[in-house]
């Protein structure tokens, strides 16, 4: 079956800490992104990579950090620098061209201890 | 950035009934899509409408755009318990920007 893997799908983080999100696709898509959700809002763009070993920052970059070493793979880790974690993250992909929808996985939840 | 405004912010409707939810946006764009999202779960794809399109249909959906009026609906129609979700218009010019959704839940 075809889709996007997040995990852990529960996520503790304690103060000073960094923690990484795994975000792994099977579709063959060129671009994969991280979105940040909090309670009744829509989501916001983290980072974005349209091709291997590329990434751009998006609307929301700060404290946050990414890799897309493999074109099947987009983690993002969540740096001590970001002071109010507590979200739900997802992650999503992509055909690289315009006109296409966005594929996302079912996200993890991220809590400060 | 926030670009798309869906209203209502929640909407309540008996199973059967139809419900029908809007979105404004402010820039040009190159399509407009709605998405789907189940309480803690990510979200799925339902259609994507081109600038230059105006009605799109799939199953029991109906999507309407107005670039006049930078403007589109979504209307469900017959719906079912398991349409209770939040919705989310999504608008792409350059990269892809959500509102904040319309809650639906339908009563059985």
């Known amino acids: 079956d075809g889709g996007i893997t997040q995990s852990p799908k529960y996520l503790f983080r304690k103060e000073g800490q960094n923690v990484t999100l795994s975000c792994e696709q099977n579709l063959n898509h060129d671009a994969m992104y991280w979105y940040r959700q909090d309670p009744g809002q829509g989501l916001r763009l983290i980072y974005y990579?349209?091709?291997?070993?590329?990434?751009q920052k998006g609307d929301i970059a700060e404290g946050y950090s990414v890799s897309r070493e493999k074109k099947e793979s987009f983690p993002l880790t969540v740096t001590s620098a970001q002071k109010n974690p507590t979200a739900f993250y997802l992650c999503a992909s992509s055909m690289h061209d315009s006109n296409q929808p966005q594929h996302f996985g079912d996200g993890t939840r991220l809590s400060i201890l | 950035s926030q670009q798309g405004e869906e209203d209502p912010q929640a909407l309540s409707i008996q199973e059967g009934e139809n419900a029908t939810m809007n979105c404004s946006y402010k820039t040009s764009i190159n399509n407009l899509q709605w998405y789907r999202q189940n309480s803690g779960r990510g979200l799925v794809h339902l259609i994507l409408i081109r600038s230059n399109e105006r009605e799109k249909h799939s199953g029991r959906l109906r999507v309407t755009l107005d670039t006049s009026k930078k403007s589109s609906s979504l209307l469900i129609t017959a719906s079912r318990a398991a349409d209770t979700a939040s919705y989310f218009c999504?608008?792409?010019?350059?990269?892809?920007?959500f509102g904040a959704g319309t809650t639906v839940t339908v009563r059985a």
């Open positions: 999504a608008t792409e010019h350059y990269k892809l920007s």
């Open positions: 990579s349209q091709i291997v070993n590329d990434f």
